[in-house]
């Protein structure tokens, strides 16, 4: 989020699409009614079904999953063509006036440089002209026909209200509505926020759904002020966390990235990500880059990294391919390529999509260990039960370890909330039985490891002996020692830059945030962005003064927000040109004359010039992108695709399959159904009375939803002579569930491109473990497709077929 | 504990207060104040109150655990209650369906309660220590990094990847069981290493 959820009283207008805040994210949903209530706020929801939320909306619009970006598009055209712009703000903090080179363009569905082969684009004209002097060549008038702002005119054009109706199958006067309601927040005085989740990133064009509503918040003037922004509402209590610290596949922490096989040394890996300013006097700030890489590096191998070894960065595993996400592991397990897997607190075999390749993927595995408070289906996927889990026992060779964890109860630490608050909270209740915390776990398989290199040797043992591991136990490290090193501290006296007699940080103590690391090796920090979370101040993260002074909803006393306690990113961004409020009443920070002050900690150095540097600090550009240049995969602006799996074709280009530069692999493709064998739409969702696949473990949650079911309109049972709450078989290419139906009118068909497209609602909280009766989920049914730009499968669009059918039966036990 | 001057103990005091002034302005007798002084006292009043945050969705709502015993004085602890924490600036004590039956997750049945082990192909599990499970962990591991790490690619460059093994991070710990996590599977040269958010 770039905002907080307690800012989101201050809003106009939310809207929320590719999510259903009231079931899945309750108490911060809260702040919606709080808005509405004290505010007079509105709330539109688009969504396939009339939600939880919907039906406290002002406005409810169908649509069909997996076509928001024409329906954001639309809205976008809308705007524009309706002088419905905030234009000073867009002007001023966009890259609307840049121009873009010769060449770029767009036709039948595809940008320019489209290689079919190689599913990929040549991206070398999706660019800026850069002029002599090195910067970016900018039209201010906004009259050059190159110029962001014309070109996005031109793409945006094909998006008329009845394109929408064809392909999102809203009626017309409902988006009209809609986009009628979003454009009155082109004023400075009104604001509108954005309420997203997994509906918006569970496609093959996930970032792009994303994008198109950041270009609209941005044209709106909504990012950065009071009650706007983009809020990705987000999934487990420390998604936000685990994402910061780089826990994937192509990130190291802080997004700072992995180095691949092109950075063949730590210069050549710098000289690629020390982004210079494109404008003059711009704040690029990612030019600090090798402070934070150099300080992780200490942070990591303490002694070993040192400027004669480029800081040990051949320690540093380099990556041949983008990434090795999940969907590209699970391929080569499959392919018998992988002999170890290591599940911490994860349910692969219900979270990720196909489960009939999963189960095989695990199945070719020598070992597998899972980390878990709880039973999951994944530890026993190899025990059978019935029609919940057919598999053959004997035949599958994995050897499996099953480890008790602690929860939450039984420790100390801080969590990161999607409004990026650092929260500590402390252990209350001792472990059952053996659990052991994942801390303990982990420090003893890699003790264990470490003792076995010393003792034998063996492959490359040298990160693995050098790592920093100085812990008071270090058979447990603490989570104090832990966050410490996370913040950061000096290893030799820091000086002062601009006092060289003066020493800013003592060695041995903690730095005060990222702003006193260096690139010289005397500072080291885990995790830059985090920097400031435990300071010699002590441990931010525990704090808890819940004022809030004028009620703005910052409470900057309450724990630690990242980076630097800010709480709205790009607020610069809520004053004008010369560092005035856009809106007085909802001012955040303003220009004095000499510095940045008010509510919140500036997103912008505190004495830079509101009239010469751009408010968003992390572009070498200074202002925001309208025009992504070659940083997104699939395009420079977002584009309506179909998903993999679709009921209609995509009117831009009928042959035109999914996102034509999404990675799909061979044997997935073989997978891939048609509409007319599985003519039905189907999505995935929670319910409000469950949290994926935990609290079916919980004997309250059991009862409240005991059962899995699958939502269908009335039209559609009808069709199919299928009964409320009768049996239904539900399947796709790759597998089939049993379910109750629910028959309800809070589906409906909807019209696209000409033809009925009914949708079938699939809730995922069901497995063969816990309190709740035995069900299934709708990963054993979608597609083993992820999006373009950073592999999240497409689970939220792919096709099924429905028929009435018997209970599913269980295995029969021998008494 | 996080507060200087808990819940518990404020209504402890308070609680001794009325009660005392109560007996004398009503004149108890010895056997009437006897009779009282076996009224079972409030429950919360004997367990120790825990600032904790809600596990489950992203909103992280305050939540208060009360506990028999303190495990900061070396107690065996027991979770007996959990609650909406009315300080917390997001849910301000609020919470939802999920959040309401929390105490259920801590015990539920089906917690894991001690390492177990499944040998290839058979059916069951069955108990094993930590000591065991862990070496033989250890051991897997090196054994199949010594055989597969590919330390240099084609052009002679150090690579050091280790594609054979993979690791999936839970998105429900804490950050500073992740940066051990982070820690250990980035040193060991691990690849193939996502979390939730990948999802």
Redesign the interface.
Same mark, same amino acid.
Request: hydrophobic share 35%; aromatic share 14%.
């Given at each position: 989020m770039t905002n907080a959820?307690?800012d989101i009283k201050n809003t106009d207008l939310v809207v929320v699409m590719g999510g259903n805040a009231a079931e899945?994210?309750?108490?911060?949903f809260?702040?919606v009614t709080e808005a509405k209530a004290h505010r007079g706020a509105k709330l539109i929801v688009v969504d396939p079904r009339y939600t939880r939320t919907a039906s406290v909306s002002d406005f409810y619009a169908p649509i069909r999953q997996g076509s928001d970006i024409a329906f954001l598009n639309g809205v976008m055209k809308y705007c524009i063509d309706n002088g419905r712009v905030q234009w000073e703000y867009m002007k001023a903090f966009t890259n609307a006036s840049y121009i873009v080179k010769d060449g770029f363009g767009y036709k039948d569905g595809l940008f320019t440089g489209y290689d079919e082969e190689k599913r990929d684009y040549d991206r070398s004209t999706w660019d800026y002209v850069i002029g002599e002097d090195g910067f970016a060549v900018t039209d201010p008038t906004l009259e050059h026909p190159r110029c962001v702002w014309n070109l996005l005119k031109e793409h945006l054009a094909p998006y008329t209200p009845e394109l929408v109706e064809q392909v999102c199958g809203t009626p017309k006067d409902k988006f009209l509505k809609v986009a009628e309601m979003i454009s009155e927040c082109s004023t400075p005085t009104k604001t509108m926020t954005s309420m997203y989740a997994l509906g918006w990133t569970?496609h093959s064009k996930g970032s792009q759904n994303i994008r198109a509503m950041a270009m609209l918040q941005l044209i709106l003037g909504n990012i950065g002020v009071r009650g706007g922004g983009m809020n990705a509402?987000?999934?487990?209590?420390?998604?936000?966390?685990?994402?910061?610290?780089?826990?994937?596949?192509h990130l190291?922490?802080g997004y700072l990235t992995?180095p691949s096989?092109k950075d063949?040394d730590f210069e050549t890996y710098m000289s690629t990500r020390q982004f210079k300013p494109l404008r003059p006097g711009q704040t690029s700030y990612w030019q600090n880059y090798k402070k934070f890489m150099v300080s992780f590096q200490k942070a990591?191998w303490g002694d070993a990294a040192t400027v004669e070894n480029g800081w040990a960065f051949?320690?540093?595993?380099?990556?041949?391919v983008p990434a090795?996400?999940?969907l &590209? @592991?699970f391929e !080569?397990?499959n392919n018998g390529?992988?002999?170890?897997?290591?599940?911490?607190?994860?349910n692969?075999i219900l979270?990720?999509p196909n489960r009939a390749k999963i189960t095989s993927s695990l199945s070719k595995l020598?070992?597998m260990?899972t980390?878990?408070?709880?039973?999951t289906e994944t530890s026993?996927f190899?025990?059978?039960h019935g029609d919940f889990n057919d598999v053959d026992?004997?035949?599958?060779?994995?050897?499996?370890?099953?480890?008790?964890?602690t929860?939450?109860?039984e420790?100390?630490?801080?969590?990161?909330?999607?409004?990026r608050?650092?929260?500590w909270?402390?252990?209350?209740?001792?472990p059952?039985?053996?659990?052991?915390?994942?801390?303990w776990?982990?420090?003893?398989?890699?003790l &264990? @490891?470490r003792? !076995?290199?010393r003792k034998?040797g063996?492959?490359?043992p040298d990160?693995?002996l050098n790592?920093?591991?100085d812990y008071e136990d270090e058979n447990e490290?603490t989570?104090e020692e832990?966050?410490k090193?996370?913040n950061g501290r000096a290893l030799s006296d820091v000086m002062d830059p601009t006092d060289p007699t003066k020493v800013l940080v003592a060695s041995g103590k903690q730095v005060v945030n990222f702003s006193q690391l260096k690139d010289d090796g005397s500072t080291m920090c885990?995790?830059w962005v985090?920097s400031g979370c435990w300071n010699e101040v002590g441990n931010n993260m525990?704090r808890?003064d819940?004022h809030?002074p004028d009620d703005t909803g910052a409470?900057l006393g309450?724990t630690f927000a990242w980076p630097l306690n800010r709480r709205t990113l790009y607020n610069r961004a809520s004053a004008d040109i010369n560092g005035k409020a856009w809106d007085p009443t909802r001012k955040i920070i303003e220009w004095d004359g000499a510095k940045w002050t008010g509510y919140d900690v500036p997103d912008i150095a505190p004495t830079a010039k509101p009239q010469d540097v751009g408010p968003f600090i992390m572009n070498q550009e200074g202002v925001s992108r309208l025009f992504a240049r070659g940083m997104m995969r699939d395009g420079p602006f977002p584009a309506h695709m179909e998903p993999f799996e679709s009921p209609v074709e995509n009117v831009f280009n009928r042959k035109m399959r999914g996102n034509p530069v999404a990675r799909v692999f061979a044997s997935d493709a073989a997978q891939l159904g048609t509409s007319a064998e599985f003519p039905y739409a189907a999505t995935s969702y929670r319910l409000?009375?469950?949290?994926h696949y935990?609290?079916k473990?919980?004997?309250?949650?059991s009862a409240?939803q005991p059962e899995f079911f699958v939502e269908i309109s009335e039209e559609l049972a009808k069709e199919k002579n299928i009964e409320q709450g009768g049996w239904v078989r539900v399947w796709s290419k790759r597998g089939s569930v049993k379910a109750k139906a629910v028959v309800t009118k809070r589906i409906r068909p909807l019209i696209c491109d000409g033809k009925p497209v009914h949708i079938v609602g699939i809730p995922l909280h069901w497995g063969f473990?816990?309190?709740a009766k035995k069900g299934f989920g709708p990963n054993s049914l979608a597609a083993f497709v992820g999006d373009a730009n950073?592999?999240?499968?497409e689970?939220k669009a792919f096709l099924v077929n429905i028929e009435p059918s018997t209970a599913p039966k269980d295995k029969e036990v021998n008494v | 504990m996080n507060m200087d001057l808990s819940r518990r103990s404020f209504m402890k005091l308070a609680g001794a207060g009325v009660a005392a002034t109560s007996l004398c302005a009503m004149g108890f007798s010895e056997a009437e104040a006897a009779e009282v002084a076996h009224v079972r006292a409030f429950k919360l009043a004997t367990t120790t109150e825990t600032r904790q945050t809600c596990p489950y969705c992203s909103v992280a709502c305050g939540i208060i655990i009360y506990s028999k015993g303190d495990v900061r004085k070396g107690d065996h602890a027991e979770v007996v209650h959990i609650e909406g924490d009315v300080d917390h600036p997001t849910n301000r004590g609020t919470l939802c369906p999920k959040g309401a039956a929390l105490k259920d997750f801590v015990k539920s049945p089906t917690r894991l309660l001690y390492p177990m082990h499944r040998k290839p192909g058979a059916d069951t599990f069955e108990r094993m220590s930590w000591d065991e499970a862990l070496d033989r962990i250890a051991r897997l591991m090196k054994d199949d990094r010594d055989a597969n790490l590919l330390l240099k690619n084609e052009k002679g460059l150090d690579v050091n990847r280790w594609t054979t093994t993979g690791m999936l991070a839970a998105s429900a710990t804490s950050n500073e069981t992740a940066w051990a996590t982070f820690k250990f599977a980035k040193s060991i040269g691990i690849v193939g290493f996502d979390n939730q958010a990948r999802v």
């Open positions: 959820w307690t899945a994210h309750p108490c911060g809260k702040w569970q509402l987000r999934g487990h209590s420390n998604i936000q966390g685990l994402t910061d610290l780089g826990l994937m596949s190291l922490t992995m096989e063949t990591m051949n320690y540093l595993p380099k990556l041949d090795y996400d999940v &590209r @592991m !080569l397990m390529k992988v002999n170890g897997y290591l599940c911490q607190g994860f692969p979270a990720f020598k070992f260990v980390m878990d408070p709880l039973e026993r190899w025990e059978n026992t004997a035949s599958i060779k994995t050897e499996v370890f099953q480890l008790p964890t929860c939450f109860a420790e100390d630490g801080s969590l990161t909330n999607s409004g608050w650092l929260q909270h402390w252990q209350a209740s001792s059952p039985g053996e659990a052991k915390h994942d801390s776990i982990i420090a003893q398989i890699f &264990r @490891m003792e !076995l290199y034998e063996g492959a490359f990160p693995i790592l920093s591991w490290p989570a832990l966050a090193e996370i885990g995790c985090y525990g808890r819940n809030d409470y309450w409000t009375e469950h949290f935990w609290t473990h919980n004997r309250v949650n409240l473990t816990g309190s950073i592999e999240t499968p689970s | -």
